[in-house]
């Protein structure tokens, strides 16, 4: 079967950085999404990756390992309005998104 | 408009009930996608559709009954809902099926069966 893991929920301190981890195993990939949710609204795009390697865009990066069927989500400079689940999705060989449960990311002061 | 909404925001109704969810696209999208979201449990895929012909189905009990009239506009008609039926339910699209595009969500509706 196709499945997504990620940790269920994590803290940081503003100002300090944190890393989201997400691994999968699908049948074929084409590409892994990170997305922002908070609490009653909808879920916002951070970021694509299909090639091995960091991407960075602003505060967030997002890296990919093919290989290890391993992505994380790296969020630098914490502030309280990063306080959010952050879904992680796989494209599978049919260009169907396969999705996980979500990681809810507590910032205290 | 700009983006993708839904309306209603919240929706409390009886087991016997018939209702429906609806929404919009302001981007020029070719693909609408229904979600299912339960607390802690991945998003679950309900139907797409792409150019207004439903694509897939994924073993969605027939007490939802999806509608897209056009390329902009997507319903989801409920009847005879049961309790577990209760969570929030995401539409989206992107601008095309079978690809790598970006979907983009609405803010969903929080549905309750009473």
């Known amino acids: 079967g196709q499945n997504i893991d990620q940790p269920t929920e994590m803290t940081a301190t503003e100002g300090a950085i944190v890393q989201i981890n997400c691994t999968y195993q699908t049948s074929g990939f084409n590409g892994l999404f990170w997305y922002q949710q908070h609490a009653g609204e909808a879920p916002t795009f951070l970021s694509y990756n299909v090639l091995d390697g960091l991407e960075e865009k602003g505060r967030f990066s997002s890296f990919l390992s093919r290989s290890k069927g391993y992505s994380y989500l790296l969020l630098k400079e914490l502030q309280m309005k990063d306080s959010a689940s952050y879904l992680c999705a796989v494209l599978d060989s049919n260009y169907q998104l396969i999705w996980g449960a979500g990681t809810k990311l507590i910032i205290k002061p | 408009e700009t983006g993708v909404t839904q309306t209603p925001r919240h929706l409390v109704m009886g087991m016997t009930n018939k209702k429906s969810l609806k929404c919009e696209q302001h981007?020029?999208?070719?693909?609408m996608y229904w979600y299912k979201q339960s607390a802690k449990k991945p998003l679950e895929l309900m139907f797409v559709y792409s150019l207004e012909e439903r694509v897939e189905n994924n073993s969605v009990p027939s007490r939802f009954s999806p509608e897209c009239p056009n390329s902009s506009h997507l319903f989801l008609h409920l009847h005879t809902l049961q309790p577990e039926d209760s969570a929030l339910y995401l539409c989206?699209?992107?601008?095309?099926?079978?690809?790598?595009?970006?979907?983009?969500f609405g803010p969903g509706t929080r549905l309750t069966v009473l």
């Open positions: 989206a699209s992107s601008q095309d099926r079978g690809g790598p595009d970006t979907q983009y």
């Open positions: 981007l020029g999208h070719n693909a």
